[in-house]
């Protein structure tokens, strides 16, 4: 089980939303750089980020900070948020990040998703975040009307490498992620899957252990406000 701490930027802060809404949202005062040092310094070897700034705009805002994250530190860092084209893609790979999380931009076009695996094999992730069943584009503020398995199935064959799955009304809430309809997407897709939205303890970390074509678990909120101390969270990582 890979563990995945994730620094969400808005504002070049680090930031946590509620159910993916920007009106709440809680800024934290050390930076991003910082906080990845802090994870890189413990001994963490993967890094989620999303640029909220990039989500919302559709271009590649911090691209910066997340430069400098790369450079300065021993991290696999997975990025998304504002991932639109071919351009932004290939900024993001030429400094180094490991995967690039496509959401939007891969849901509302499929062949671009199919396009960008062949172009750049073994470097995509696909960003599923769910509503009710439903996917969500644009920052979270619009339904795409999609269901996320019949998405899947029209995809599961592009070669994306990676898929990351969040149940939006879990995220931020510390309320368990979604491991019933997490498990459905493990099920079906043919590339491992990534845990997100709602972890609230070490126990959920166990609970993921044991599902199937589960390659790790994103964790946000709950390290922010202490519910999960660092010490405890590396002890469960299979990459420390």
Not at 87 to 95: L, N, P, R
Not at 139 to 149: A, D, M, P
């Amino acid at each position: 089980m890979k563990i995945f701490p994730a620094i969400d930027i808005k504002d070049k802060k680090c930031v946590r939303l509620v159910k993916g809404d920007f009106d709440n949202k809680r800024e934290y005062e050390m930076s991003p750089i910082e906080q990845a040092g802090k994870y890189n310094n413990l001994g963490f070897k993967n890094l989620h980020i999303v640029d909220l700034d990039g989500a919302l705009t559709g271009e590649t805002v911090n691209q910066d900070i997340i430069k400098d994250i790369v450079v300065k530190f021993n991290l696999k860092v997975e990025i998304g948020g504002g991932v639109r084209n071919f351009d932004s893609v290939q900024k993001y790979i030429d400094v180094g990040v490991e995967k690039v999380i496509l959401g939007s931009a891969a849901i509302k076009d499929k062949k671009f998703l199919k396009e960008a695996c062949k172009k750049f094999p073994n470097k995509i992730a696909l960003g599923l975040d769910a509503k009710d069943g439903y996917l969500s584009v644009s920052g979270w503020k619009e339904s795409s009307n999609q269901l996320t398995l019949d998405y899947l199935k029209e995809v599961n064959d592009y070669g994306v490498s990676r898929l990351i799955y969040t149940d939006i009304n879990r995220d931020g809430t510390k309320q368990s992620p979604n491991f019933v309809e997490t498990s459905k997407v493990a099920e079906l897709s043919n590339c491992p899957v990534i845990i997100s939205g709602g972890v609230s303890s070490i126990d959920d970390i166990k609970k993921a252990k044991n599902l199937k074509n589960i390659e790790g678990i994103i964790v946000g909120k709950a390290i922010y406000d202490g519910d999960i101390e660092l010490e405890e969270l590396l002890k469960e990582d299979a990459q420390k």
